[in-house]
């Protein structure tokens, strides 16, 4: 799956589920590099609805969204999509 994030310094994140909604892979595009590419590994191995409770409405500085927040909105909706 691929998302296109709204409010954050990365611009898309790509993603992969299996049918059990483990997360397979993550990838962000822009953002912060290293940071990024921590929570990528962190979630791998994970289900989807663990990380969603964990990282929703995290916000980065002023806004009211960020990297991982949008992570969590990718994830619902691929849940919800499969």
């Not at 299996?18 to 822009?30: L, P």
């Not at 929703?56 to 919800?80: N, W």
Request: some cysteine; glycine content about 10%.
């Amino acid at each position: 799956m691929i998302y296109k994030t709204k409010g954050t310094c990365s611009s898309r994140i790509d993603l992969e589920l299996d049918a059990d909604h483990i997360i397979r892979s993550v990838e962000f595009t822009g953002g912060c590099n290293g940071n990024l590419k921590g929570i990528s590994k962190l979630v791998t191995g994970r289900k989807a609805e663990e990380v969603i409770g964990a990282l929703e409405g995290t916000t980065c500085g002023f806004r009211k969204t960020s990297c991982p927040d949008q992570l969590a909105r990718a994830l619902k909706l691929a849940v919800t999509n499969a």
